[in-house]
């Protein structure tokens, strides 16, 4: 006997307001970067109105840049898109003065850099990896960056809870504007966040049955600090896992995320949107 597959619903279909963000994606990757006007359209088309983009391809910055540009100015209606700009814990393995430099230089004169990252801690990888003695003063030499320019922080942890909120404490962040990306947390993790001023972004993982525990954390989280993000090609949402994930499928988080806090969904798009829209200044 097969097994059946499962349905699918298109994120068209809930039918949600072009009020919603993608406050975490890597559009230029290879697995969406063909297809990048379809994409914008289909986000649109399910209700995001801000795609959050994360430049970690930096030698490609200028040309992926307008890529994306041209693409959602050809549409008829498509998302705002804004940029992050950072080495990510694994590019600090290779990192160099010039490719500083040039960070450095694009986080001063592009407009639509609203913030650095993701930068932080991955202790994930043992082998082929960073290692943690190069990723920590990498991820410094960024913080005391925002923290000069005045930018907005976008926050990546993996495994190292304790050493990246420890850094963060250290170099008088408490209070910074700063976004804590695929939190993955229980309710205590969520709680050490919110205590230090900081905001919190919940992708697909979210929705997994096994994360029940990073559902009920999503509780602890003040509404107005709260934001949606697919991490996309990465992580599909329920009911999409195992596919290549988009912006548009930031619908199913918002859906069952709404579920869990017992309200409408469109009123929690509504607000993780605003929230978004805020935190990036657009």
Same mark, same amino acid.
Request: charge should be negative; hydrophobic fraction near 40%.
């Given at each position: 006997?097969?097994?059946?597959?499962?349905?699918?619903?298109?994120?068209?279909?809930?039918?949600?307001?072009?009020?919603?963000?993608?406050?975490?994606?890597?559009?230029?990757?290879?697995?969406?970067?063909?297809?990048?006007?379809?994409?914008?359209?289909?986000?649109?088309?399910?209700?995001?109105?801000?795609?959050?983009?994360?430049?970690?391809?930096?030698?490609?910055?200028?040309?992926?840049?307008?890529?994306?540009?041209?693409?959602?100015?050809?549409?008829?209606?498509?998302?705002?898109?804004?940029?992050?700009?950072?080495?990510h814990p694994?590019?600090?393995?290779?990192?160099?003065?010039?490719?500083?430099?040039?960070?450095v230089h694009?986080?001063?004169?592009?407009?639509?850099i609203r *913030?650095?990252?993701? /930068?932080? !801690? =991955?202790?994930?990888?043992? #082998?082929?990896?960073? %290692?943690?003695?190069?990723?920590? @003063? $990498?991820?410094?030499?960024?913080?005391?960056?925002?923290?000069?320019?005045?930018?907005?922080?976008?926050?990546?942890?993996?495994?190292?809870?304790?050493?990246?909120?420890?850094?963060?404490?250290?170099?008088?962040?408490?209070?910074?504007?700063?976004?804590?990306?695929?939190?993955?947390?229980?309710?205590?993790?969520?709680?050490?966040?919110?205590?230090?001023?900081?905001?919190?972004?919940?992708?697909?993982?979210?929705?997994?049955?096994?994360?029940?525990?990073?559902?009920? *954390?999503?509780?602890? /989280?003040? !509404? =107005?600090?709260?934001?949606? #993000?697919?991490?996309? %090609?990465?992580?599909?949402?329920? @009911? $999409?896992?195992?596919?290549?994930?988009?912006?548009?499928?930031?619908?199913?988080?918002?859906?069952?995320?709404?579920?869990?806090?017992?309200?409408?969904?469109?009123?929690?798009?509504?607000?993780?949107?605003?929230?978004?829209?805020?935190?990036?200044?657009?």
């Open positions: 006997m097969s097994k059946k597959k499962p349905e699918r619903p298109l994120p068209q279909s809930l039918g949600l307001p072009f009020t919603g963000a993608d406050s975490h994606a890597h559009l230029d990757h290879e697995a969406l970067l063909p297809d990048m006007a379809g994409m914008l359209q289909r986000a649109a088309e399910s209700g995001v109105s801000l795609i959050v983009h994360m430049f970690l391809q930096h030698e490609r910055y200028a040309a992926n840049r307008q890529t994306i540009l041209d693409a959602a100015a050809s549409l008829d209606k498509a998302p705002d898109i804004c940029f992050v700009r950072g080495l694994e590019d600090v393995l290779h990192a160099n003065e010039e490719e500083w430099e040039q960070l694009a986080v001063k004169t592009d407009p639509l *913030a650095i990252g993701e /930068i932080g !801690l =991955d202790y994930h990888y043992e #082998e082929g990896y960073s %290692p943690s003695a190069l990723q920590g @003063p $990498w991820f410094r030499r960024q913080l005391r960056l925002a923290k000069e320019l005045g930018k907005p922080i976008v926050i990546h942890s993996r495994e190292a809870w304790d050493e990246v909120f420890g850094i963060l404490d250290e170099e008088g962040l408490r209070g910074w504007p700063l976004l804590w990306h695929c939190f993955g947390g229980d309710i205590e993790r969520a709680r050490q966040i919110v205590e230090r001023g900081w905001e919190v972004a919940v992708g697909g993982a979210s929705t997994f049955k096994a994360n029940g525990f990073v559902r009920e *954390a999503v509780k602890a /989280i003040p !509404l =107005d600090r709260l934001h949606l #993000e697919t991490d996309c %090609p990465y992580l599909a949402p329920m @009911p $999409w896992r195992g596919k290549t994930c988009e912006p548009a499928l930031t619908v199913f988080t918002a859906d069952c995320l709404a579920r869990e806090l017992g309200m409408e969904a469109a009123e929690l798009w509504r607000i993780t949107g605003a929230n978004t829209r805020r935190f990036f200044g657009m």
